[in-house]
């Protein structure tokens, strides 16, 4: 049982590059999120997804896009890096509310 | 607005000894919190969580107390283990249009000497 796989793990980006980021879960949630991770900011939530074919804004949306045109998967794209957007990205899934599984990350350096 | 908040950065304790890591939250209409550990290269896992309807939680080691009068809810660890060290986070959910969505706050990172 894999739960939530994110690909790639580690990935440096030249900025006004783009790239995309996959989270795929196999355990039939419905609700998947993308988080970044960074120093004295905790865990914030970049976009999410209540179901497929849906998507929202979280608290960080800018820079991002995102889609979820799998009810297993959930992808969040960067058209153009910025070095802002050097972090540590977590995808994470749960049924309905709480009980997030979250992958193992993915470290992305924007240079 | 940082709307869930843990204000100590770093907590270090001695092996045996009882880890107390506290989180504040201001808005009123969370109902739902929760904490997570993280190890480093690792996502975040589920530890424990509590009801606005309740007080307390408590699962093996592990204690969760709520004070909604002071938004203020504290994770309790005795006895404290090397294992424990980790990165913990304080989450909460509720309240209208927050479906599903977990707010966090900053972390904190514990540190268990032998």
């Known amino acids: 049982n894999a739960g939530v796989t994110q690909t790639p793990k580690f990935r440096v980006l030249k900025t006004g590059q783009s790239m995309t980021l996959l989270c795929a879960q196999d355990m039939n949630h419905e609700y998947m999120y993308w988080y970044r991770q960074d120093p004295g900011m905790g865990l914030r939530l970049i976009h999410y997804s209540v179901g497929e074919g849906t998507t929202a804004k979280g608290e960080v949306p800018d820079g991002y896009n995102v889609s979820r045109l799998k009810k297993q998967n959930f992808l969040l794209g960067l058209e153009s890096a910025a070095p802002s957007q050097t972090s540590v990205y977590f995808c994470?899934?749960?049924?309905?509310?709480?009980?997030?599984?979250f992958g193992s990350g993915t470290r992305l350096t924007v240079v | 607005d940082q709307q869930v908040k843990q204000n100590s950065p770093s907590l270090s304790v001695q092996e045996g000894r009882i880890s107390i890591l506290n989180c504040d939250y201001t808005n009123s209409m969370f109902d739902y919190f929760l904490w997570y550990k993280k190890y480093p290269a690792e996502g975040p896992t589920f530890l424990i969580s509590i009801s606005s309807i309740k007080d307390k939680n408590e699962d093996g080691r592990f204690t969760v107390f709520l004070n909604k009068s002071a938004k203020h809810l504290s994770l309790h660890i005795v006895p404290s283990q090397p294992g424990d060290s980790a990165v913990y986070f304080c989450a909460a959910s509720g309240g209208s249009g927050n479906t599903g969505k977990l707010i966090f706050g900053q972390g904190t990172t514990l540190q268990v000497k032998p």
């Open positions: 994470a899934s749960s049924w309905t509310d709480y009980g997030y599984t």
